[in-house]
Protein backbone atom coordinates (compact mmCIF):
# COMPACT_ATOMS: atom_id res chain seq x y z
CA UNK A 1 0.00 0.00 0.00
CA UNK A 2 0.92 3.71 -0.76
CA UNK A 3 1.22 6.66 2.09
CA UNK A 4 1.80 10.14 1.85
CA UNK A 5 4.92 11.84 2.77
CA UNK A 6 3.64 14.37 4.84
CA UNK A 7 1.01 12.01 6.66
CA UNK A 8 -2.48 12.56 5.75
CA UNK A 9 -2.94 10.07 3.19
CA UNK A 10 -2.47 6.42 3.57
CA UNK A 11 -4.07 3.38 2.38
CA UNK A 12 -3.78 3.73 -1.18
CA UNK A 13 -2.90 0.79 -3.90
CA UNK A 14 -0.06 1.26 -6.63
CA UNK A 15 -3.04 2.03 -9.35
CA UNK A 16 -4.66 4.62 -7.15
CA UNK A 17 -1.24 6.39 -6.16
CA UNK A 18 -0.57 6.72 -9.95
CA UNK A 19 -3.84 7.64 -11.03
CA UNK A 20 -3.58 10.66 -8.59
CA UNK A 21 -0.17 11.33 -8.86
CA UNK A 22 0.39 13.76 -6.31
CA UNK A 23 -1.08 13.62 -2.82
CA UNK A 24 -4.06 16.18 -2.36
CA UNK A 25 -1.74 16.90 1.01
CA UNK A 26 1.41 18.32 -1.18
CA UNK A 27 3.20 14.85 -0.22
CA UNK A 28 4.41 12.12 -2.57
CA UNK A 29 3.36 8.89 -2.55
CA UNK A 30 5.85 6.44 -1.05
CA UNK A 31 5.12 2.60 -0.41
CA UNK A 32 4.71 1.66 2.97
CA UNK A 33 7.85 -0.53 2.92
CA UNK A 34 10.54 -1.61 0.83
CA UNK A 35 10.48 -5.28 -0.69
CA UNK A 36 13.75 -7.04 0.21
CA UNK A 37 15.51 -9.23 -2.58
CA UNK A 38 17.63 -12.05 -1.76
CA UNK A 39 21.04 -13.04 -3.24
CA UNK A 40 19.03 -15.53 -5.73
CA UNK A 41 16.60 -13.22 -7.37
CA UNK A 42 19.42 -10.80 -7.99
CA UNK A 43 21.20 -13.78 -9.65
CA UNK A 44 18.18 -14.83 -11.81
CA UNK A 45 17.80 -11.89 -13.59
CA UNK A 46 21.18 -12.13 -15.50
CA UNK A 47 19.63 -14.86 -17.79
CA UNK A 48 16.34 -12.85 -18.40
CA UNK A 49 15.87 -9.89 -20.99
CA UNK A 50 15.56 -6.33 -20.15
CA UNK A 51 11.82 -6.80 -20.05
CA UNK A 52 11.53 -9.52 -18.05
CA UNK A 53 13.70 -8.00 -15.27
CA UNK A 54 11.26 -5.13 -15.47
CA UNK A 55 8.63 -7.53 -14.78
CA UNK A 56 10.30 -8.76 -11.85
CA UNK A 57 10.87 -5.74 -10.02
CA UNK A 58 7.78 -4.17 -10.71
CA UNK A 59 5.53 -6.64 -9.35
CA UNK A 60 7.17 -6.20 -6.30
CA UNK A 61 6.09 -2.63 -6.10
CA UNK A 62 3.22 -3.10 -7.98
CA UNK A 63 0.71 -5.56 -5.68
CA UNK A 64 -2.49 -5.45 -6.78
CA UNK A 65 -1.45 -4.93 -11.06
CA UNK A 66 -1.63 -9.06 -12.08
CA UNK A 67 1.21 -10.94 -14.01
CA UNK A 68 -0.25 -10.53 -17.35
CA UNK A 69 -1.10 -7.09 -17.16
CA UNK A 70 2.41 -5.67 -16.01
CA UNK A 71 4.09 -8.21 -18.96
CA UNK A 72 1.64 -6.39 -21.37
CA UNK A 73 2.80 -2.89 -19.93
CA UNK A 74 6.46 -3.77 -19.75
CA UNK A 75 5.96 -5.71 -23.74
CA UNK A 76 4.49 -2.34 -25.33
CA UNK A 77 6.82 0.07 -23.29
CA UNK A 78 10.12 -1.14 -24.66
CA UNK A 79 9.38 -4.02 -27.05
CA UNK A 80 9.31 -3.76 -31.03
CA UNK A 81 11.73 -1.53 -31.88
CA UNK A 82 11.08 1.50 -29.55
CA UNK A 83 14.79 1.29 -28.33
CA UNK A 84 17.80 1.24 -30.64
CA UNK A 85 19.32 -1.33 -28.17
CA UNK A 86 17.93 -4.78 -27.91
CA UNK A 87 19.74 -4.60 -24.46
CA UNK A 88 17.15 -1.48 -24.12
CA UNK A 89 19.76 -0.13 -21.17
CA UNK A 90 23.27 -1.27 -22.28
CA UNK A 91 26.16 -1.08 -20.18
CA UNK A 92 29.19 0.38 -22.05
CA UNK A 93 32.89 -0.72 -20.91
CA UNK A 94 34.58 2.84 -21.46
CA UNK A 95 37.97 2.19 -19.52
CA UNK A 96 39.23 -0.46 -16.76
CA UNK A 97 36.71 0.56 -13.85
CA UNK A 98 34.18 3.09 -15.74
CA UNK A 99 31.23 1.66 -17.65
CA UNK A 100 28.66 3.94 -19.02
CA UNK A 101 24.66 2.69 -18.51
CA UNK A 102 23.34 4.34 -21.52
CA UNK A 103 19.75 4.98 -20.89
CA UNK A 104 19.17 7.11 -24.19
CA UNK A 105 18.43 4.62 -26.65
CA UNK A 106 14.67 4.92 -26.73
CA UNK A 107 12.51 7.25 -29.03
CA UNK A 108 13.33 11.17 -27.71
CA UNK A 109 17.02 10.04 -26.98
CA UNK A 110 16.85 10.73 -23.60
CA UNK A 111 16.76 8.40 -19.66
CA UNK A 112 13.55 10.00 -19.82
CA UNK A 113 11.94 7.42 -22.15
CA UNK A 114 12.94 4.35 -19.30
CA UNK A 115 10.18 5.87 -17.42
CA UNK A 116 7.98 7.63 -19.85
CA UNK A 117 7.48 5.11 -22.69
CA UNK A 118 5.92 2.58 -19.22
CA UNK A 119 3.97 5.27 -16.87
CA UNK A 120 1.18 5.74 -19.73
CA UNK A 121 0.56 2.17 -19.79
CA UNK A 122 0.67 1.53 -16.04
CA UNK A 123 -1.59 4.79 -15.88
CA UNK A 124 -4.49 3.72 -18.27
CA UNK A 125 -4.25 0.19 -16.74
CA UNK A 126 -4.78 1.87 -13.48
CA UNK A 127 -7.82 3.73 -14.91
CA UNK A 128 -9.45 0.36 -15.51
CA UNK A 129 -8.34 -1.39 -12.20
CA UNK A 130 -9.73 2.04 -10.13
CA UNK A 131 -13.11 2.22 -12.18
CA UNK A 132 -11.87 6.11 -13.07
CA UNK A 133 -14.48 7.89 -15.58
CA UNK A 134 -12.73 11.00 -15.63
CA UNK A 135 -10.29 12.63 -18.53
CA UNK A 136 -7.57 12.67 -16.67
CA UNK A 137 -5.03 15.89 -17.52
CA UNK A 138 -1.45 14.82 -16.89
CA UNK A 139 0.80 18.38 -16.02
CA UNK A 140 4.52 18.21 -16.60
CA UNK A 141 6.30 20.99 -16.07
CA UNK A 142 10.09 19.72 -17.58
CA UNK A 143 13.85 20.78 -18.18
CA UNK A 144 13.55 19.83 -21.33
CA UNK A 145 13.63 15.83 -21.25
CA UNK A 146 10.65 14.99 -19.52
CA UNK A 147 8.09 16.88 -21.65
CA UNK A 148 9.30 15.24 -24.77
CA UNK A 149 9.39 11.87 -23.41
CA UNK A 150 5.42 12.59 -22.14
CA UNK A 151 4.72 13.55 -25.15
CA UNK A 152 5.88 10.43 -27.17
CA UNK A 153 4.74 8.37 -24.36
CA UNK A 154 0.96 9.64 -24.06
CA UNK A 155 0.60 10.66 -27.73
CA UNK A 156 -3.57 9.57 -28.51
CA UNK A 157 -3.81 7.50 -25.38
CA UNK A 158 -7.27 7.54 -24.63
CA UNK A 159 -8.56 9.38 -21.76
CA UNK A 160 -5.72 11.87 -20.87
CA UNK A 161 -5.07 14.83 -21.99
CA UNK A 162 -1.29 16.29 -21.65
CA UNK A 163 0.08 19.87 -20.67
CA UNK A 164 3.62 20.69 -20.66
CA UNK A 165 5.36 23.07 -19.46
CA UNK A 166 9.00 24.25 -20.20
CA UNK A 167 11.23 27.34 -18.90
CA UNK A 168 11.40 30.03 -22.58
CA UNK A 169 15.03 30.15 -22.88
CA UNK A 170 15.85 27.39 -20.19
CA UNK A 171 16.03 24.21 -22.79
CA UNK A 172 18.26 23.46 -25.58
CA UNK A 173 17.01 23.68 -29.63
CA UNK A 174 16.81 19.93 -30.39
CA UNK A 175 14.36 19.91 -26.91
CA UNK A 176 12.71 22.84 -28.09
CA UNK A 177 11.88 22.04 -31.74
CA UNK A 178 11.17 18.02 -30.53
CA UNK A 179 8.47 19.62 -27.87
CA UNK A 180 7.10 22.22 -30.78
CA UNK A 181 6.77 19.90 -33.30
CA UNK A 182 4.86 16.93 -30.93
CA UNK A 183 1.64 15.49 -32.83
CA UNK A 184 -1.05 14.36 -31.06
CA UNK A 185 -4.78 15.39 -30.50
CA UNK A 186 -4.33 14.97 -26.96
CA UNK A 187 -1.02 17.28 -26.47
CA UNK A 188 -0.34 20.47 -25.91
CA UNK A 189 2.85 22.38 -25.44
CA UNK A 190 3.57 25.83 -23.83
CA UNK A 191 6.56 27.99 -23.03
CA UNK A 192 6.48 29.47 -19.74
CA UNK A 193 8.51 33.02 -19.49
CA UNK A 194 10.77 32.19 -16.14
CA UNK A 195 12.96 29.25 -15.63
CA UNK A 196 12.41 25.39 -14.71
CA UNK A 197 11.45 26.06 -11.03
CA UNK A 198 9.20 28.55 -12.11
CA UNK A 199 6.99 26.13 -14.16
CA UNK A 200 7.21 23.07 -11.22
CA UNK A 201 6.15 25.28 -8.75
CA UNK A 202 3.07 26.43 -11.16
CA UNK A 203 2.31 23.15 -11.81
CA UNK A 204 2.46 22.11 -8.27
CA UNK A 205 0.68 25.20 -7.23
CA UNK A 206 -2.47 24.16 -9.42
CA UNK A 207 -2.06 20.61 -8.25
CA UNK A 208 -2.69 21.88 -4.14
CA UNK A 209 -5.68 24.40 -5.34
CA UNK A 210 -8.86 23.16 -4.28
CA UNK A 211 -11.20 25.22 -5.83
CA UNK A 212 -9.20 24.59 -9.28
CA UNK A 213 -9.40 21.44 -8.98
CA UNK A 214 -13.50 21.63 -8.60
CA UNK A 215 -13.53 23.33 -11.13
CA UNK A 216 -11.84 20.83 -13.06
CA UNK A 217 -13.95 18.14 -11.72
CA UNK A 218 -17.57 19.53 -12.61
CA UNK A 219 -15.93 19.62 -16.15
CA UNK A 220 -14.94 15.66 -16.33
CA UNK A 221 -11.58 16.01 -15.73
CA UNK A 222 -8.96 15.69 -13.15
CA UNK A 223 -5.20 16.16 -12.43
CA UNK A 224 -2.50 13.72 -12.65
CA UNK A 225 1.24 13.71 -12.76
CA UNK A 226 3.94 12.27 -15.93
CA UNK A 227 6.84 14.37 -13.54
CA UNK A 228 9.23 11.65 -11.37
CA UNK A 229 6.80 13.08 -8.38
CA UNK A 230 4.49 10.35 -9.32
CA UNK A 231 5.15 7.01 -8.42
CA UNK A 232 4.71 5.12 -12.10
CA UNK A 233 7.33 7.37 -13.28
CA UNK A 234 10.13 6.79 -10.43
CA UNK A 235 9.22 3.29 -9.77
CA UNK A 236 10.28 1.85 -13.54
CA UNK A 237 13.62 3.30 -13.38
CA UNK A 238 14.78 1.07 -10.18
CA UNK A 239 14.71 -1.50 -13.04
CA UNK A 240 17.61 -0.10 -14.81
CA UNK A 241 19.71 -0.58 -11.51
CA UNK A 242 19.63 -3.87 -11.18
CA UNK A 243 19.87 -4.51 -14.90
CA UNK A 244 23.20 -2.71 -14.75
CA UNK A 245 24.22 -4.98 -12.42
CA UNK A 246 23.20 -8.38 -13.66
CA UNK A 247 24.81 -7.29 -17.13
CA UNK A 248 28.05 -6.54 -15.57
CA UNK A 249 28.27 -10.31 -13.51
CA UNK A 250 26.72 -12.05 -16.35
CA UNK A 251 29.81 -10.65 -18.51
CA UNK A 252 32.31 -11.38 -15.47
CA UNK A 253 33.14 -7.84 -14.84
CA UNK A 254 32.59 -8.03 -11.69
CA UNK A 255 31.32 -11.14 -9.23
CA UNK A 256 28.10 -11.94 -7.71
CA UNK A 257 28.26 -9.61 -4.37
CA UNK A 258 30.95 -7.46 -5.61
CA UNK A 259 29.95 -3.46 -4.58
CA UNK A 260 30.01 -1.16 -7.20
CA UNK A 261 29.27 3.24 -7.33
CA UNK A 262 26.56 4.39 -9.55
CA UNK A 263 27.41 8.45 -10.35
CA UNK A 264 24.37 10.07 -11.66
CA UNK A 265 24.07 13.44 -12.67
CA UNK A 266 20.71 15.17 -11.41
CA UNK A 267 18.54 17.93 -11.01
CA UNK A 268 15.24 16.90 -9.64
CA UNK A 269 17.24 13.46 -7.39
CA UNK A 270 14.40 11.10 -8.77
CA UNK A 271 17.44 9.69 -11.08
CA UNK A 272 19.38 9.30 -7.84
CA UNK A 273 16.17 8.33 -5.71
CA UNK A 274 15.30 5.17 -7.70
CA UNK A 275 19.27 3.88 -7.18
CA UNK A 276 18.83 4.25 -3.33
CA UNK A 277 16.09 2.09 -3.46
CA UNK A 278 17.67 -0.42 -5.50
CA UNK A 279 19.96 -0.51 -2.82
CA UNK A 280 17.45 -0.65 0.24
CA UNK A 281 16.25 -3.39 -1.72
CA UNK A 282 19.68 -5.24 -1.83
CA UNK A 283 21.25 -4.45 -5.09
CA UNK A 284 25.24 -4.34 -3.60
CA UNK A 285 25.73 -0.66 -3.95
CA UNK A 286 28.49 1.11 -2.59
CA UNK A 287 27.82 4.54 -3.05
CA UNK A 288 25.30 6.52 -5.41
CA UNK A 289 27.95 9.67 -6.89
CA UNK A 290 25.54 12.97 -6.96
CA UNK A 291 26.56 14.80 -9.37
CA UNK A 292 25.24 18.55 -10.54
CA UNK A 293 26.36 21.44 -12.34
CA UNK A 294 26.68 25.19 -10.92
CA UNK A 295 23.00 24.96 -9.79
CA UNK A 296 24.55 23.07 -7.22
CA UNK A 297 21.82 23.05 -4.39
CA UNK A 298 22.39 19.44 -4.11
CA UNK A 299 25.94 18.83 -3.45
CA UNK A 300 25.54 21.68 -0.92
CA UNK A 301 22.79 19.83 1.13
CA UNK A 302 24.47 16.90 0.99
CA UNK A 303 27.81 18.00 2.16
CA UNK A 304 26.31 20.38 4.90
CA UNK A 305 22.74 19.37 5.54
CA UNK A 306 21.35 22.78 4.53
CA UNK A 307 19.01 23.02 1.50
CA UNK A 308 18.98 26.95 0.52
CA UNK A 309 17.23 27.51 -3.07
CA UNK A 310 18.15 31.36 -1.92
CA UNK A 311 21.12 31.61 -4.56
CA UNK A 312 22.08 32.28 -7.93
CA UNK A 313 20.27 30.27 -10.99
CA UNK A 314 22.41 29.40 -13.61
CA UNK A 315 21.57 28.39 -17.48
CA UNK A 316 24.32 26.11 -18.40
CA UNK A 317 25.59 23.20 -21.01
CA UNK A 318 23.62 20.78 -18.93
CA UNK A 319 19.92 22.65 -18.64
CA UNK A 320 18.32 19.58 -17.46
CA UNK A 321 20.11 19.87 -13.85
CA UNK A 322 19.19 23.45 -13.87
CA UNK A 323 17.01 23.22 -11.06
CA UNK A 324 16.94 24.70 -7.31
CA UNK A 325 13.98 23.02 -6.11
CA UNK A 326 14.34 18.98 -5.97
CA UNK A 327 11.23 17.45 -5.27
CA UNK A 328 12.22 13.80 -4.89
CA UNK A 329 14.75 14.61 -1.93
CA UNK A 330 11.27 14.61 0.05
CA UNK A 331 10.95 11.13 -0.48
CA UNK A 332 14.97 10.25 0.86
CA UNK A 333 13.66 12.27 3.66
CA UNK A 334 11.10 10.53 4.79
CA UNK A 335 13.17 7.22 4.26
CA UNK A 336 15.98 8.59 6.25
CA UNK A 337 13.79 10.13 9.14
CA UNK A 338 12.16 6.44 9.51
CA UNK A 339 8.98 7.99 7.86
CA UNK A 340 8.62 10.87 10.06
CA UNK A 341 5.96 13.19 8.33
CA UNK A 342 5.60 15.69 10.81
CA UNK A 343 9.49 16.18 10.42
CA UNK A 344 8.93 16.35 6.59
CA UNK A 345 6.16 18.98 6.92
CA UNK A 346 8.35 21.61 9.05
CA UNK A 347 10.91 21.41 6.57
CA UNK A 348 8.38 22.05 3.62
CA UNK A 349 6.92 24.73 5.12
CA UNK A 350 10.50 26.14 6.13
CA UNK A 351 11.47 26.23 2.43
CA UNK A 352 8.34 27.53 1.38
CA UNK A 353 8.38 30.07 3.12
CA UNK A 354 12.29 30.75 3.78
CA UNK A 355 13.72 29.80 0.78
CA UNK A 356 15.60 27.12 3.10
CA UNK A 357 15.67 24.35 5.74
CA UNK A 358 18.45 22.02 7.62
CA UNK A 359 18.49 18.94 8.75
CA UNK A 360 20.65 17.68 12.38
CA UNK A 361 23.76 16.33 12.10
CA UNK A 362 22.55 12.56 12.86
CA UNK A 363 20.12 12.66 9.53
CA UNK A 364 23.37 14.43 7.86
CA UNK A 365 25.65 11.66 8.86
CA UNK A 366 23.81 8.67 7.33
CA UNK A 367 22.78 10.75 3.91
CA UNK A 368 26.46 10.92 3.53
CA UNK A 369 27.29 7.35 4.17
CA UNK A 370 25.46 6.82 0.55
CA UNK A 371 25.60 10.15 -1.15
CA UNK A 372 28.80 11.84 -1.82
CA UNK A 373 27.93 14.98 -4.21
CA UNK A 374 30.13 17.06 -6.20
CA UNK A 375 29.68 19.22 -8.95
CA UNK A 376 31.35 20.86 -12.31
CA UNK A 377 31.11 24.22 -13.90
CA UNK A 378 30.30 24.81 -17.88
CA UNK A 379 34.33 25.10 -18.22
CA UNK A 380 35.06 22.03 -16.66
CA UNK A 381 32.02 19.91 -18.34
CA UNK A 382 33.29 21.01 -21.87
CA UNK A 383 36.96 20.01 -21.17
CA UNK A 384 36.12 16.62 -19.84
CA UNK A 385 33.54 15.87 -22.87
CA UNK A 386 36.64 16.84 -25.10
CA UNK A 387 39.11 14.54 -23.32
CA UNK A 388 36.95 11.85 -22.67
CA UNK A 389 36.59 11.38 -26.46
CA UNK A 390 39.89 12.22 -27.20
CA UNK A 391 41.50 9.70 -24.82
CA UNK A 392 38.60 6.55 -25.07
CA UNK A 393 36.80 7.39 -28.52
CA UNK A 394 33.61 7.64 -26.55
CA UNK A 395 31.56 11.40 -27.03
CA UNK A 396 29.70 12.35 -23.35
CA UNK A 397 26.41 14.34 -23.31
CA UNK A 398 26.87 17.29 -21.22
CA UNK A 399 24.94 15.90 -18.14
CA UNK A 400 27.51 12.52 -18.51
CA UNK A 401 30.48 14.87 -18.73
CA UNK A 402 29.47 16.42 -15.34
CA UNK A 403 28.65 12.70 -13.65
CA UNK A 404 32.43 11.68 -15.18
CA UNK A 405 34.34 14.36 -13.94
CA UNK A 406 32.49 14.56 -10.58
CA UNK A 407 33.15 11.09 -10.38
CA UNK A 408 36.80 11.86 -11.27
CA UNK A 409 37.37 14.27 -8.53
CA UNK A 410 35.89 11.97 -6.19
CA UNK A 411 38.27 8.80 -6.79
CA UNK A 412 40.85 11.28 -6.25
CA UNK A 413 40.15 12.79 -2.84
CA UNK A 414 38.57 8.96 -1.79
CA UNK A 415 41.06 6.21 -3.43
CA UNK A 416 37.51 4.32 -3.81
CA UNK A 417 38.36 1.64 -6.17
CA UNK A 418 34.71 0.33 -6.49
CA UNK A 419 34.19 0.01 -10.28
CA UNK A 420 32.29 2.97 -11.19
CA UNK A 421 28.81 3.10 -13.47
CA UNK A 422 28.12 6.63 -14.76
CA UNK A 423 24.46 6.90 -14.96
CA UNK A 424 24.77 8.58 -19.01
CA UNK A 425 21.21 10.24 -19.64
CA UNK A 426 21.66 11.59 -22.50
CA UNK A 427 22.63 11.17 -26.34
CA UNK A 428 25.50 13.08 -27.39
CA UNK A 429 23.86 14.45 -30.35
CA UNK A 430 20.22 15.87 -27.99
CA UNK A 431 22.96 18.53 -26.90
CA UNK A 432 24.83 18.70 -30.60
CA UNK A 433 26.46 22.07 -30.12
CA UNK A 434 27.74 21.95 -27.05
CA UNK A 435 29.09 18.79 -27.80
CA UNK A 436 30.53 19.82 -30.87
CA UNK A 437 32.05 22.95 -29.73
CA UNK A 438 33.97 20.69 -27.34
CA UNK A 439 35.44 18.52 -29.75
CA UNK A 440 36.28 21.20 -32.39
CA UNK A 441 36.08 24.47 -30.73
CA UNK A 442 33.34 27.56 -31.49
CA UNK A 443 34.49 28.24 -34.76
CA UNK A 444 34.48 25.26 -36.41
CA UNK A 445 30.45 25.11 -35.01
CA UNK A 446 29.73 29.51 -35.56
CA UNK A 447 26.85 30.52 -38.35
CA UNK A 448 25.89 26.13 -38.81
CA UNK A 449 22.33 25.11 -38.91
CA UNK A 450 21.17 22.73 -36.22
CA UNK A 451 20.90 19.74 -38.36
CA UNK A 452 24.31 20.79 -40.44
CA UNK A 453 25.96 20.36 -36.45
CA UNK A 454 24.27 17.28 -36.43
CA UNK A 455 25.80 15.99 -39.24
CA UNK A 456 28.89 16.99 -38.32
CA UNK A 457 29.21 15.20 -34.60
CA UNK A 458 28.15 12.20 -36.56
CA UNK A 459 31.22 11.98 -38.67
CA UNK A 460 33.37 13.24 -35.56
CA UNK A 461 32.19 10.53 -33.29
CA UNK A 462 31.49 7.96 -36.06
CA UNK A 463 27.93 7.31 -34.45
CA UNK A 464 24.58 7.73 -37.21
CA UNK A 465 22.29 10.66 -35.98
CA UNK A 466 19.16 9.12 -34.61
CA UNK A 467 16.24 9.26 -37.18
CA UNK A 468 13.98 11.17 -34.55
CA UNK A 469 16.42 14.07 -34.42
CA UNK A 470 17.11 14.53 -38.35
CA UNK A 471 13.18 14.41 -39.15
CA UNK A 472 13.08 17.87 -36.80
CA UNK A 473 14.62 19.86 -39.32
CA UNK A 474 11.06 19.19 -41.99
CA UNK A 475 8.60 19.18 -39.07
CA UNK A 476 5.62 21.95 -38.58
CA UNK A 477 5.98 24.01 -35.65
CA UNK A 478 2.53 22.99 -33.76
CA UNK A 479 2.40 24.63 -30.10
CA UNK A 480 3.71 28.26 -30.13
CA UNK A 481 2.16 29.89 -26.92
CA UNK A 482 3.98 31.33 -23.95
CA UNK A 483 2.82 32.34 -20.67
CA UNK A 484 4.08 33.90 -17.66
CA UNK A 485 3.61 31.69 -14.58
CA UNK A 486 1.43 33.47 -13.22
CA UNK A 487 -1.07 32.38 -16.16
CA UNK A 488 -0.50 28.51 -16.14
CA UNK A 489 -4.18 28.22 -14.29
CA UNK A 490 -5.95 29.87 -16.83
CA UNK A 491 -3.93 28.43 -19.69
CA UNK A 492 -4.92 25.09 -18.06
CA UNK A 493 -8.76 25.80 -18.22
CA UNK A 494 -8.42 27.62 -22.02
CA UNK A 495 -7.19 24.53 -23.33
CA UNK A 496 -9.62 22.41 -21.88
CA UNK A 497 -12.79 24.37 -22.70
CA UNK A 498 -13.36 25.48 -18.83
CA UNK A 499 -15.39 28.45 -18.68
Known amino acids: MYL ?20 PDGGLFV ?78 SAFKDMALQLLPRLLSCALKKIG ?70 GVKRIFSDNAFNAELANGGFKLSSANSINWGRLVPQIVYYFSAYADLVRNQQITQGDKVNFVVPTGNFGNILAGYYAKLMGLPINKLICASNSNNVLTDFLTTGVYSRNRQFYKTYSPSM ?50 PAGWVDDVQTAATIGRVHKEFGYALDPHTAVAWQVAETYRQQTGDTSLNIIVSTASPFKFNQTVLNALVGAECVKDKSEFA ?20 EH ?17 VKTALNIK
Open 4 to 23: STRGQVDHLTAAQAIAQGIA
Open 31 to 108: PEAIPFVDEPFIVRLQSLSYQERAAAILQLFLTDYTEDELKSCVAGAYGGSKFSSPAVAPVVKVSDRIFALELWHGPT
Open 132 to 201: EQAQIVILVATSGDTGKAALEGFKDVEQTQVMVFYPEDGVSQIQRLQMVTQEGGNLKVFAVKGNFDDAQT
Open 322 to 371: DILISSNLERLLYQITKQDSKQINQWMEELNTTGEYRIGDEYLAAIKEVF
Open 453 to 472: VLKQLSQIIDRPVPSALTEL
Open 475 to 491: KAVRHTTICGKQDMPMV
